[in-house]
């Protein structure tokens, strides 16, 4: 069964843009209800640890210091089959490749500085909440 919770950050790219109060529209827009967030910055520490799973691939040193360049909003969002649909919601990785109407479409600007992040399963959306909030911060 699908999960009704996933994790986001606003990146550093968008944050500097201005686009905080867009994206956080076109969230709630797509039905997605605030369960908790945070307007934070990671440490390159931090970063690293967050995106371990590409410590391999070339572009980490670069991702890791694009999101420990400046503040970020993170959040935690739920709604029914939360994980699915926020991707729905974020478009494709890369924004050439982004569907019209996603956030990615409107505020990425290359496949590095991408404006939003959405956990990939249920399991990490856990992790990741985790990762940023204590239960305490979740409501
Ligand atoms: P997503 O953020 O859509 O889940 P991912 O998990 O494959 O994408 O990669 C994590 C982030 O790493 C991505 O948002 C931006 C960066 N990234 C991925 N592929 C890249 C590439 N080919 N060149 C530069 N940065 C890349
Ligand atoms: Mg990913």
Same mark, same amino acid.
């Given at each position: ?73 993170? %959040?935690?969002?739920?709604?029914? #089959? *939360? /994980? ?7 478009? $494709?990785?890369?924004? =050439? ?10 505020? %990425?600007?290359?496949?590095?500085? #991408? *404006? /939003? ?7 990490? $959306?856990?992790?990741? =909440? ?10």
């Amino acid at each position: 069964m699908a999960g009704n919770i996933t994790f986001t950050m606003i990146k550093p790219d968008a944050v500097e843009a201005g686009n905080i109060g867009n994206i956080l529209q076109m969230i709630q827009a797509g039905g997605f209800r605030i369960k908790a967030m945070k307007y934070t910055k990671l440490s390159p520490e931090k970063a690293g640890e967050f995106y371990a799973v590409h410590s391999e691939r070339p572009f980490y040193g670069e991702l890791v210091e694009f999101m420990s360049r400046g503040p970020i909003v993170a %959040a935690v969002l739920e709604k029914d #089959n *939360a /994980v699915e649909d926020f991707r729905t919601l974020i478009g $494709a990785t890369n924004p =050439a490749e982004a569907a019209e109407g996603t956030v990615r479409k409107a505020y %990425a600007t290359s496949i590095g500085e #991408n *404006a /939003v992040h959405g956990s990939d399963s249920d399991e990490n $959306a856990l992790i990741e =909440a985790n990762f940023h909030f204590a239960g305490t911060e979740m409501f």
